[in-house]
């Protein structure tokens, strides 16, 4: 019987079994091991969410797969750092909400807050990590990402408009209504985080239909990351993994001849420094010239590494872990996803 609200959503959710499995494979924050009651708190549903879009991630990333499994055979759990997804503002949607909105009706509820914005004019986007209120130093955040169309000729934003238009809103108003409430309480009976809990993780998908083979190539010409978009959505670009020491981590990796990047990529302070498998090539059914339809592959998600270090606040006097990002680094790990040009499935060409 599960003793905790957390291991009994996650049970409920997916198996005693494979929530037993997930749970062996993550370092879960002592905050979010509450005894059962009947009602569960913000903190805990954010975990949980956490946990299940940490382990969509691995079954889309074979090589972040590979490494955290070699990470549980070697006695060591996976400390999730944070997640990150890309929106795109200004721009129809369809029945979905344009940009963060999308995202910040789901995580001001959870109890996230923006911890720090982040301008990445290179690629003409706006990055924002949300970091928890409750546990901001052991809850995962998410680095929040929007693409600013407007920036680019008029042909791609209409083809944007044209693919994003189709886009439908997975919360309904039932589960409108429990955000809302979650919100205010900052809690939710049991039964209704349970009912919650699978329309938050749907969220973190591609909600629109996937863009022509022309339009992807319009797209593609002037954005690495809107073709992305495409085709991938508010799916998590990637997940990261807290380690001591990235740079080792990166030599061990490369050792075994997994595609890592060469290099580390290092905040302005010196205390944040990431790298990252190269991005998963996936393939996506698009229509061609003739309107048949031919399998493209394509950049879909990767697995990052990020080292921070602890520093004195001098504000509080107290140790704290440097828990922000770095323009410079974010852009660097994005090209994680522009690595190779799309190309048609040999198997289907």
């Known amino acids: 019987m599960s003793t905790t609200n957390l291991q009994f959503m996650l049970a409920s959710l997916l198996g005693a079994e494979h ?4 749970s062996d494979l993550l370092q879960i924050p002592e905050s979010t091991l509450r005894p059962r009651s009947d009602k569960v708190s913000r903190i805990e549903i954010a975990q949980a969410l956490n946990m299940l879009l940490f382990e969509k991630l691995l079954k889309a990333v074979p090589q972040g797969n590979d490494y955290v499994q070699d990470s549980v055979r070697a006695g060591n759990k996976i400390r999730f750092d944070h997640g990150a997804l890309r929106t795109v503002l200004g721009i129809s949607t369809g029945t ?12 001001r509820p ?8 982040y301008p990445l004019q290179r690629i003409s986007m706006t990055g924002r990590a949300y970091a928890h209120e409750d546990d901001p130093e052991e809850i995962a955040q998410f680095f929040l990402s929007e693409l600013h169309p407007h920036q680019f000729s008029h042909a791609f934003q209409a083809t944007v408009n044209k693919v994003l238009s189709t886009s439908q809103d997975p919360i309904d108003s039932h589960s409108a ?20 809990l699978p329309v938050l993780v749907r969220c973190f998908d591609r909600q629109h239909a996937l863009p022509s083979v022309a339009e992807y190539r319009i797209l593609l010409a002037e954005s690495a990351e809107m073709a992305w978009i495409s085709t991938e959505g508010n799916a998590f670009n990637h997940a ?21 990047k060469d290099k580390i990529e290092v905040s302005r302070n010196g205390r944040v420094r990431q790298t ?24 879909g998600s990767f697995y990052e590494f990020i080292s921070r270090d ?24 994005f090209k994680m996803t522009a690595s190779a040009e799309a190309a048609p499935n040999p198997a289907n060409a």
């Not at 979905?96 to 995580?107: C, D, K, S, Y």
């Not at 990261?240 to 890592?260: C, F, P």
């Open 177 to 196: 209504r429990l955000l809302q409430q979650l919100a205010a309480d900052k809690a939710l009976p049991l039964t209704d985080a349970l009912a919650l």
């Open 19 to 22: 929530a037993s499995q997930l």
């Open 240 to 260: 990261t993994d807290r380690v001591a020491h990235v740079e080792q981590v990166a030599d061990a990796q490369r050792a075994l001849g997994r595609s890592i």
């Open 96 to 107: 979905l909400p344009a940009g963060e909105a999308a995202f910040t009706r789901i995580l």
């Open 276 to 299: 990252a498998f190269r991005a998963s090539m996936v393939s996506r059914p698009m229509l061609d010239d003739n309107g048949q339809l031919v399998d493209m592959q394509v950049p």
């Open 110 to 117: 959870l109890g996230y807050h923006v911890n720090g914005v």
């Open 310 to 333: 602890r520093y004195l606040d001098e504000t509080s006097q107290t140790s704290k872990l440097d828990l922000t990002f770095d323009s410079g680094n974010a852009q660097g790990i």
